[in-house]
């Protein structure tokens, strides 16, 4: 069963569509740390006019291009996307589908999850990744930016367990150079755990997604971590990995 943490007081099991299980396990009160906005979107539809009309981050002054460590392992989606992840991070099968649901309809899903165990603790009697990384639903679309604030919001949404009609904050976007050279935006939310029952959460989390534009539509990798606990990706490992994401 594919385990990846939910947010959310009670846990519970949210089905996937059609091949796996995502693991809800508890994390009271999540406040995100972001002035409000209102970014949504489907996966795998078409980006709507609203999500077309966001400007791109073109004021914005990239981060230098990242290395990605060597011994790193790359993780490959089935339109040639992939990732790379350090030693250690275990890989669910591609086939395996990852999703959020809300009232029956999927917000949000992806492929070719990969998960940190370095944490070693549980909640509820389960393991909870202290870390995790998979590839978005490519979005028919050539706004990164738009896609990028869009599938932040979906997911945080998933993430902390909010109804589709709640008010998502709008997330830090900024540009980014990747490994590869290739010029991507990533959009990257802060969640404030501090009243959280979940006692492997620590006080923050952080979840970031970067956009990359593929001919004709947007690519995306998620990454999220818990903060300032034990075994959490350093800022220099979390920042390679959203860096290494290649479109082909």
Known sequence: MTSLPRLRSVATVVAVVGLCCVVALGVLGAVLRTP???????????????????????????????TVPAGWRRVSGPDGSSYAVPPGWRSRPLEEAVAYRDEGQVTVEGLALS????????ADMAPVPVAWALLGAPVRSTNPEGV????????????????????????????????E??????????????????????????????????????????VARFLGVGGSPSDAAYTAVLGSLRQS
Do not use: H
């Open 36 to 66: 409000p906005g209102s970014a949504e979107q489907r996966p795998g539809e078409a980006a709507s006019a609203a999500l077309s009309a966001v400007p791109p981050a073109a004021a914005a002054v990239p981060a230098p291009a990242v």
């Open 148 to 179: 990028a604030r869009a599938a932040a919001a979906g997911w945080v949404r998933g993430y902390a367990a909010m109804r589709s009609g709640a008010e998502v904050p709008a997330p830090s976007v900024r540009a980014i150079d990747l490994a």
């Open 115 to 122: 998960q940190s165990w370095a944490n070693d603790c549980r």
């Open 181 to 222: 050279g290739e010029r991507a935006v990533a959009a990257s939310v802060t969640l404030d755990l501090k009243d959280s029952a979940n006692p492997c959460a620590g006080d923050t989390a952080e979840l970031t997604v970067v956009g990359l534009v593929a001919g004709d539509e947007v690519r995306s990798l998620v």
